[in-house]
């Protein structure tokens, strides 16, 4: 059973444009929602996080979007670049608990 | 001054061997982990362990098995390789289980 649902399975921006990705989870014992940018040949890297207390966190360029009640977040990524492309991650964790990833969003960034 | 580093990055043998990955973290973390991605790039954890405890096994084959010498390293070992077992490795660390995993850049096992 998948516990977090995430879409787009792939994504193709213009430079300059934005880039959004949503997760979807059921399990409202989840209290932590990090993001993870993973380049080819390279670990998963942590992106930003948010707890849900917050409706949004912004980092630069890249904010996310949480929806307490719908159980939904999603990442936004302002000003799109190539440097970008890369496959995203979302993850949710319970305290005390695993974390369980998404399925990935492979991200292009056309220049 | 790699923060979570693993051997080998690619591994090829054949059905049936048995093989280790290697994997030290230099953070001081408390926790570490191994993961699993396949060909579809989905993270599934395997194996967690908190100062040398198991704490997390993911109904994972029992030819797969971990061993942590101590709190900065953690072995893969894996008996009677299968072709499924082709897959990309991932070792990480965090400083517990509460907080936000550092991942090693992977090994690419491929069984021929």
């Known amino acids: 059973q998948q516990q977090v649902k995430q879409s787009p399975q792939s994504l193709i921006v213009q430079k300059g444009g934005i880039s959004i990705i949503n997760c979807a989870y059921e399990n409202t014992a989840f209290d932590y929602f990090p993001w993870y940018q993973q380049f080819p040949g390279k670990g998963p890297a942590l992106l930003i996080a948010?707890?849900?207390?917050?409706s949004e966190k912004k980092e630069g360029r890249f904010t996310i979007s949480f929806n307490k009640s719908a159980k939904q977040f999603s990442l936004h990524i302002m000003d799109s670049q190539p440097g970008d492309s890369a496959t995203y991650f979302c993850?949710?964790?319970?305290?005390?608990?695993?974390?369980?990833f998404g399925t990935g969003t492979s991200l292009t960034v056309i220049p | 001054d790699t923060a979570v580093s693993q051997t080998p990055k690619y591994l090829v043998t054949q059905m049936g061997n048995d093989k280790s990955i290697k994997c030290e973290q230099n953070l001081g973390h408390d926790t570490m982990y191994w993961y699993k991605q396949d060909s579809k790039k989905f993270l599934k954890i395997m194996f967690s362990?908190?100062?040398?405890?198991?704490?997390i096994n993911e109904t994972v084959p029992n030819r797969f098995s971990p061993k942590s010498p101590d709190k900065a390293h953690l072995n893969l070992h894996i008996n009677s390789l299968e072709l499924g077992d082709s897959a990309v490795y991932f070792c990480?660390?965090?400083?517990?289980?509460?907080?936000?995993?550092?991942f090693g850049d992977g090994t690419r096992l491929s069984i021929l």
């Open positions: 362990y908190n100062n040398k405890e198991l704490i």
């Open positions: 990480a660390s965090s400083q517990d289980l509460n907080q936000p995993q550092h």
């Open positions: 948010i707890r849900p207390d917050v």
């Open positions: 993850a949710a964790r319970a305290t005390g608990n695993q974390f369980y």
